[in-house]
């Protein structure tokens, strides 16, 4: 089963953050196998860190639930909150065989909370100003049985956060979150 962690920092914790750095690496290269796509979010400036995604495929629930609740960061209190959701991963591919390499377009995280369309988010249709190209992982966000969409994230590489967010139709969700992200870790086995 796949799924989306996304960390979000508490305010004031980056050198709790950056102590951590080497435990956090150590923890994540556990999952290396099962890793799809992983990176920090960061102020638009890429000054400060703001969160950590994590999208990697587990043996269920339990298994996802433990990932991201003993993270050492989250354990030590640097973030403020979780989002945890299973996810369906359309591209079918890691950030890894993205085309576009780790260079390039700034990237970004797009969230889309609060799924009002109907069926399940798409893909971009390759009309729409190259984003088709510029993804680098995308898929719905779903209930804990899978049964239910509750939004979608996209990985982006776009000419910036506005071109990043077109990547989800507005009117289909809640809310729209765009949140600078970058490359992160190490690569997954066999990459």
């Excluded at 260079?103 to 984003?131: F, M, N, T």
Aim: aromatic share 8%; with cysteine.
């Amino acid at each position: 089963m796949e799924f989306f962690c996304y960390h979000r920092d508490r305010a004031g914790s980056l050198a709790l953050r950056e102590a951590l750095n080497d435990e956090h690496l150590a923890y994540m290269d556990r999952f290396a196998s099962g890793m799809i796509a992983r990176g920090p979010t960061t102020t638009d400036d890429g000054a400060t860190l703001t969160g950590s995604v994590h999208v990697l495929d587990l043996p269920g629930p339990e298994a996802a639930r433990a990932f991201a609740f003993d993270e050492p960061n989250y354990q030590a209190g640097a973030y403020r909150d979780v989002l945890l959701r299973r996810w369906r991963n359309t591209l079918g591919r890691t950030m890894w065989d993205y085309a576009g390499g780790p260079e390039g377009d700034p990237r970004y995280l797009v969230l889309g909370l609060g799924w009002q369309g109907a069926g399940e988010p798409g893909v971009p249709s390759a009309g729409q100003d190259g984003l088709v190209a510029g993804l680098v992982a995308m898929g719905p966000l779903l209930s804990d049985d899978g049964a239910a969409v509750l939004g979608a994230a996209a990985l982006v590489e776009a000419a910036g956060a506005a071109d990043a967010r077109r990547v989800l139709v507005a009117d289909d969700y809640a809310v729209v979150e765009v949140h600078d992200w970058s490359f992160g870790g190490r690569p997954a086995a066999g990459s």
